[in-house]
């Protein structure tokens, strides 16, 4: 008796779904511990705007990243977006910003950098009611974050 051969995973490929640009506040520092420094960074508003979402980004999240004593920061974000047909949509994001210590210090004083220079990657997840936009719970996201004049923007790529 023979057995079939193992079979091999597919190789993922991203196809670009929306970008969200948002405005935020800025960051207040939570206080200092032994793994870093935890700041609470408000989120305010913004759009999304793509071949498969449109909406807006609703006052009142935030992102709470870690800072790591090695500058690394850990990103946690959780906000709403109101899709223009009016559908609630929850979003939490986690990820990472990489960088070294002369990028963080242009990064920080808001100068711009090319996005070749640091690592800004988050695996957003998304919340949506039954119905039109229930696709972005059943799909799993990948982004890509840079700063912006005025906040941040995130390109999403659903991962397929």
Request: aromatic share 8%.
């Amino acid at each position: 008796m023979t057995s079939a051969p193992p079979s091999k995973p597919s190789l993922p490929t991203l196809d670009y779904a929306f970008t969200i640009s948002a405005t935020i506040g800025q960051p207040i520092s939570a206080g200092r511990h032994a793994q870093g420094e935890r700041l609470h960074i408000p989120i305010l508003s913004g759009r999304v705007e793509g071949p498969r979402l449109q909406g807006t980004i609703l006052p009142g999240g935030s992102d709470w990243p870690l800072i790591r004593p090695d500058g690394t920061s850990e990103i946690s974000a959780s906000y709403s977006m109101r899709a223009d047909d009016g559908t609630l949509i929850f979003v939490q994001n986690q990820g990472l910003r990489v960088s070294s210590p002369e990028v963080l210090a242009r990064l920080r004083q808001g100068q711009p950098v090319d996005p070749s220079e640091y690592y800004f990657f988050a695996t957003p997840r998304f919340d949506a009611p039954d119905g039109p936009h229930h696709w972005l719970r059943d799909t799993v996201f990948l982004s890509s974050i840079a700063p912006s004049s005025a906040g941040i923007t995130i390109a999403v790529y659903a991962v397929r």
